[in-house]
């Protein structure tokens, strides 16, 4: 059976409306995901010099230069999670705590590694906004780039 593609939604910082109804119908049904991906200064496919090749990233190990942030809805009564893909080839959490943006209280960081991301549990109780605030404050402060502040989302049902 093939899944449905993903729905694309554009939104902001300030109108995030629409994502937060995807992840409350997806919290509902117990499956699913939703991929964050911020628009970054200058990626208008500029093909600038400091844009890695397919080949090189392919070499080079580390994750993705233009961070990507993922909350997973929680399934059979297990924790809802959170992860970023990021490049910076280094563990995460020590660097979004020193920037005052470490994981809330009662959130559990279950990965941190500088190839594979960090990808922390996150409790039931916690409010889609919360989530989606600290994910997007996490992809943005990981990112090397200045963001645009415009996002896209794929949200993916099972």
């Known amino acids: 059976m093939v899944g449905r593609p993903p729905e694309p939604i554009e939104f902001r910082y300030d109108d995030c409306a ?11 049904a117990g499956s699913g995901w939703v991929n964050l991906l911020p ?12 844009a890695p090749s397919g080949l090189a990233g392919l070499f080079r190990g580390g994750g993705p230069t233009v961070p990507m942030g993922t909350w997973v809805a929680a399934r059979r009564g297990g924790p809802a999670s959170v992860g970023v ?4 080839r280094v563990r995460a959490k ?4 020193e920037h005052g943006l470490g994981p809330p209280a ?5 990965q941190d590694h500088p190839r594979r991301g960090l990808v922390v549990e996150v409790p039931a109780a ?16 990981l990112c090397p780039h200045q963001l645009t502040g ?4 794929e949200v993916h049902e099972r």
């Open 85 to 88: 893909q990021h490049g910076l």
């Open 106 to 110: 009662g959130w559990s960081v279950v």
């Open 126 to 141: 916690a409010a889609p906004a919360e989530v989606l605030a600290w994910l997007m404050g996490a992809v943005d402060d």
């Open 94 to 97: 020590a660097r979004l705590v």
């Open 150 to 153: 415009h996002w896209l989302s």
């Open 39 to 50: 628009e970054v200064e200058g990626a208008e496919g500029d093909g600038g010099d400091d």
């Open 18 to 28: 629409l994502v937060l109804e995807s992840m409350a119908a997806l919290a509902t």
